[in-house]
């Protein structure tokens, strides 16, 4: 199955097996970009490169690499950011607007159930009420790949919140609470970069979604971009509704080859 065509799957296997963020980054840091994936891959399992702790996780994090990324094509920048050394505070949101690409359940989790919470001043979160949110899936174009046993609605719930604490929007162990939470500015200017590519509308990048999955309104976008005019780190000009944003680099992937 391609990954357009798993656009709206919606799928336990990743959630459950965690967002791996610090395996992807040294798994990404060693990608041979002359090989193929399959080469880079069966090169991992069989080097372990990585200082996996069983043979087991380490059939596990190949599996997930797999299925969720593709250095070698549109997420040929996230590799060439792990390569250069990116901090992880400033690569690993990056690493999540790329795996929600086709991670449906993930990014509807995030923008349409975690960022509401959010603006409604929501303290204490618990997986019950992500089990909930759960059955709405559907109504939102997810298809769901096979039945969920109970447990496995538990473990998905569980999983969700459980990324959102991996990728620090979310802190505490069984009962989860929003954490204090900024998007760095490099990270901020790749996804800009990444949204112009598929739009040259200022106001529909402003008013994208996306921004959700970091906690971020359209007004706290506009705040940014008019911070980051007033350092000339790009331009941007509003006037209403209307807008006008010119970045420094024709793709994310200019962007990160010159970070």
Not at 43 to 51: D, Q, V
Not at 132 to 144: E, I, K, M
Not at 187 to 202: G, K, N
């Amino acid at each position: 199955m391609s990954a357009a065509s798993r656009a709206n799957v919606v799928s336990s296997f990743t959630l459950v097996k965690g967002t791996m963020i610090p395996e992807t980054y040294a798994v990404l840091r060693c990608w041979d970009a002359t090989a193929s994936k399959r080469e880079n891959l069966d090169r991992l399992r069989h080097e372990n490169y990585i200082g996996s702790r069983s043979a087991t996780w380490l059939r596990d994090v190949a599996k997930v690499m797999n299925r969720r990324l593709d250095p070698g094509g549109r997420d040929r920048a996230l590799a060439t950011l792990a390569k250069a050394g990116l901090p992880s505070a400033e690569w690993n949101p990056i690493l999540l607007w790329h795996i929600t690409r086709d991670e449906f359940l993930l990014r509807d989790f995030l923008v349409n159930w975690l960022y509401p919470q959010f603006e409604s001043g929501a303290h204490r979160l618990r997986p019950d009420e992500v089990e909930a949110f759960l059955d709405t899936v559907a109504d939102r174009g997810g298809v769901t790949e096979h039945d969920w046993s109970p447990a496995t609605r538990h473990r998905v719930a569980a999983g969700l919140l459980k990324a959102g604490v991996d990728f620090g929007l979310l802190q505490g162990s069984v009962v989860k609470e929003f954490a204090s939470y900024h998007l760095p500015e490099r990270s901020f200017l790749y996804v800009l970069h990444a949204l112009a590519e598929t739009t040259q509308s200022a106001a529909k990048i402003v008013g994208s979604p996306d921004w959700r999955m970091f906690l971020m309104g359209p007004d706290d976008v506009k705040r940014e971009l008019l911070r980051l005019h007033q350092f000339r780190k790009l331009s941007y000009e509003s006037a209403g509704t209307l807008g006008q944003l010119t970045l420094p680099y024709p793709t994310a992937l200019a962007y990160a080859e010159a970070c």
